[in-house]
């Protein structure tokens, strides 16, 4: 017995040897194929934002990040937990202030970098047509929808002071339509201050994320998920009328009174309320266009491609009247940038072209409307009064 046990001892190391040397063999193998790919054929990475709970809103990014986006440039986080630089609570004299609220596409990830996204693009704009300074501060952030937003005035937009405040929205808000037809009361998902539990990522994710080799995993999946959704979503075979009928009336009234409360609290406090009607590619010239399709995520909001369309035009008609009957200032955002995939990434979120359309529609509306040419000369000569 002692003699088999002092044989075996001796094949221990072996069979661990066995063992480690495969495994060293595959990490050596994936480090040089990393570093391979990172030196030969990088593809671009971007970060995810750090959310904070406020109480208010469902989240808000912590302050003072600075994320690498798809296209390797930073994009800067302020004091306030929003994009771009770090604004006084005042506007200057003299300076006109405006802030845009909305989700992701006005946060606008996609985009070059912090000069591009459109509330920047319309800052030069106004600036420059003008001939005054002029503040566009971004309050828009990924996954807000109308109803937070409108909590992100009341307890941070109103607080900046502005004179004028620009609302764009429409793709978040229309995720919660079919669960509102679907219940009694409002989902709790629907309510701002709702937590935002597992959107972080901890610190080893985040470094797993960079990897070359997960980006390429990551992108083959991304697209053999297009490949899914095209299957379930262009016919009715899997979700059969839910996916096909239309949106009901309750639904639409709850999207509807988002927009009138947020442009009667502008109004209260004296600003100009702009409602700005979202681009898409969400159109009905691009029903048979595959490519355009499959860069749609109409499984979020539980609709075929048609009903969301006929959904998509409903909306946009809702906002325009909303902004008639609030005395807001109505954008036609969705016909003015063009529905392409060269103006927009996906559904709705733009790229630096479509940022740039977007801004100068916006700046042509605006310069048209004797509201907001008088309370840019109000601005100018309160400026020019206090600098005596």
Known sequence: MATREASEEPNKPRRTLKILVPLVTLLIMLVLLELGLQLLSPLPFSDKLYWLSDGHTKARPEPHQELINVAGNPVRINHLGLR???????????????????????????????????????????????????????????????????????????????????????????????????????????????PSHGVNQPLAARIFRRLQVVRRIDRALTRMRKVDRENRYTSLEQLGERAHKPVGERAWGWFRKNFEDVALFVRTDRRLPVLISQASLIHRANLDNQEYRLAISNDWQGMTHPRLVDSWERATQIIAETARAEDAVYVDGYSAVPNDLEHLKDHVHLLDPGARVLADAIADTLLADARFTEIAERVRTSGAAASK
């Open 84 to 194: 771009g630089a770090d604004w006084s609570w005042r506007p200057a004299p003299g300076t006109l202030r405006l802030i845009t609220l909305g989700g992701s596409s006005t946060f606008c990830f996609q985009v070059t970098d912090d000069e591009h996204t459109w509330p920047a693009v319309l800052e030069r704009q106004l600036a420059a047509r003008l001939g005054m300074p002029v503040e566009v501060a971004n309050l828009g952030l990924p996954g807000y929808d109308t109803a937070n937003s409108k909590v992100n005035y009341l307890f941070t937009g109103r607080a900046l002071e502005p004179h004028v405040v620009l609302v764009y929205h429409t793709w978040n808000d229309m995720k919660f339509l079919r669960p509102i037809d679907e219940s009694d009361g409002l989902p709790r998902a629907v309510l701002s201050g709702k």
